[in-house]
């Protein structure tokens, strides 16, 4: 499997690393539309969505 390989990229492995998993709160004010469908919209820090998100997609692999 290709690998994507950058100057710095252990720098910015950690970096996310260090950024602590977050579980995603649903805004009834922002909320739209069917409540019983897994597609969302997320607005927020990438990276923060990111980790929040890894554990519903993990197990997928």
Do not use: C, F, H
């Amino acid at each position: 499997m290709p690998e994507l390989l950058w100057e710095g990229k252990s720098d910015a492995v950690a970096a996310a690393k260090a950024v602590p998993y977050r579980l995603l709160e649903a805004d009834d004010a922002l909320s739209y539309g069917d409540t019983n469908t897994e597609n969302m919209i997320i607005q927020g820090d990438n990276l923060a969505t990111l980790k929040a998100l890894l554990t519903y997609y993990v197990s997928a692999q």
